[in-house]
């Protein structure tokens, strides 16, 4: 049908791949669209055949129905030059029973003018949508129909909100953690469907001020771990770190730090989200007056950026120190949006430069005149100078840890741009 080359032409790369055997697409692809000031992720999924008990073509189907379970909105693909298939009708009968909207996409239409495509208003689907995936005829138009039917976002009103994103894997107490905190410091609280299935937002205040929970924990009621619903897993969580300001990354205390929960870390930290390890269990944990301090060291040496988050160990179970979460947050926050004056930057450039001056490289003299605050939430220090293409990237290292020994920025990314005296390098 061309799904992969759609998905493709759609979000502007080539990241599923394309070729003209059918049944290319095993596994599902995701990746973010944007299109007219909205955000969305598209999905992409393999071509389902029909009455076939193959293990393969058995899996893609079952993973199709997971896909349209996950989605807001579906675009059934249909081939213009091979015509109406009785596949098509049942795929039709399929969708329709899952009222959920969706639109039917008929591709390889070259020429929008042709009359191809007619013979699909027989499905009684409504309106068809003529699209070519090969030369992009359409795809605009078709764009702008997508995000008319996407859901509303942010429906809740309370746009000034903090967002935090609880993450993690599966099982490690995230719900517990939410549910301990909303049952023992209430105040405002209601559900509000988010944009990702099976999610909640949970609008809550704390000393008065306004914080949302995007909530990924429905995913883990799940009775099994399997490919598909790592797949959406792994997309919810993108999602969450999307809509997020900071985020919770739950981790087992007696399982210690695993590879996944790095890479979710890093994911929100190269996002640009400000971050809070929640270690939970640590009721089960053997331990005594150093083992929380050994925990830290051991995870910093695996992230050495993890030097710079909070680390909070609790029980969900007991309470131990969870309500000491929201205390943290609130303190992130504050870090997340520190403005610093010019004069206080530059006074810090000038003693970090007295102690240590950057490297020249190739037979030129590099200096480095003055620097500002240029952006909050996260934090980004621009410094100028002569040759900042050739600053080497330990001497930035110093300089990041010279301005987060000044003003910390805790459990926040601290980016710093170099940039051309005089320029926008």
């Given at each position: 049908m061309g799904?992969?080359?759609?998905?493709?032409?759609?979000?502007?790369?080539?990241?599923?791949?394309v070729s003209e055997e059918a049944g290319t697409t095993r596994d599902r692809h995701f990746a973010l669209c944007?299109?007219?000031?909205?955000?969305?992720?598209?999905?992409?999924?393999?071509?389902?055949?029909e009455d076939s008990v193959l293990p393969m073509d058995v899996a893609i189907k079952r993973q199709v129905k997971q896909a349209i379970a996950e989605a807001d909105l579906m675009l059934l693909m249909?081939?213009?030059?091979?015509?109406?298939?009785?596949?098509?009708?049942?795929?039709?009968?399929?969708?329709?029973?899952?009222?959920?909207?969706?639109?039917?996409?008929?591709?390889?239409?070259?020429?929008?003018?042709?009359?191809?495509?007619?013979?699909?208003?027989?499905?009684?689907?409504?309106?068809?949508?003529?699209?070519?995936?090969?030369n992009g005829k359409n795809s605009g138009d078709l764009l702008d129909t997508i995000v008319t039917k996407l859901p509303a976002t942010d429906g809740d009103g309370n746009s000034d909100a903090l967002r935090v994103a609880v993450i993690g894997r599966p099982k490690v107490g995230k719900s517990s953690v939410i549910n301990r905190l909303l049952g023992e410091e209430r105040l405002v609280v209601s559900e509000i469907a988010g944009t990702t299935r099976d999610s909640i937002d949970t609008p809550f205040n704390f000393h008065g001020r306004p914080i949302i929970f995007v909530d990924?924990?429905?995913?883990?009621?799940?009775?099994?771990?399997?490919?598909?619903?790592e797949f959406y897993s792994s997309l919810r969580t993108r999602r969450a770190i999307d809509r997020a300001d900071i985020c919770l990354l739950l981790i087992d205390a007696v399982e210690g730090l695993h590879n996944q929960d790095l890479k979710i870390a890093t994911l929100a930290w190269e996002a640009g989200r400000s971050l809070i390890i929640v270690v939970n269990k640590w009721d089960l944990k053997e331990k005594d007056d150093k083992t929380a301090a050994k925990f830290e060291k051991e995870c910093e040496e695996k992230a050495p950026y993890l030097r710079f988050v909070p680390f909070l160990f609790t029980s969900a179970l007991t309470g131990q120190r969870v309500t000491k979460v929201l205390e943290v947050i609130i303190e992130v926050e504050a870090e997340r949006g520190k403005r610093v004056s010019t004069s206080d930057v530059n006074d810090a450039l000038q003693e970090l430069l007295a102690r240590r001056q950057p490297p020249q490289a190739a037979g030129r003299e590099v200096k480095l005149n003055y620097a500002t605050q240029v952006e909050t939430s996260p934090p980004a220090i621009a410094v100028f100078g002569n040759h900042p293409d050739i600053v080497q990237e330990h001497y930035i290292r110093y300089l990041h840890n010279g301005f987060r020994e000044k003003w910390g920025f805790h459990g926040s990314p601290l980016r710093i741009l170099m940039r051309r005296k005089g320029g926008n390098d």
């Open positions: 799904k992969s080359a759609l998905f493709n032409r759609l979000i502007g790369d080539d990241t599923a791949i944007q299109w007219n000031g909205r955000d969305f992720w598209l999905v992409d999924t393999g071509g389902i055949v249909v081939d213009a030059k091979s015509g109406l298939h009785p596949s098509d009708a049942r795929l039709v009968d399929l969708l329709r029973n899952s009222r959920k909207p969706w639109l039917l996409v008929a591709n390889k239409v070259d020429d929008p003018k042709s009359a191809d495509y007619f013979e699909f208003f027989n499905l009684g689907a409504g309106d068809v949508y003529p699209v070519s995936a090969a990924t924990a429905g995913l883990r009621r799940q009775a099994r771990i399997d490919d598909g619903i």
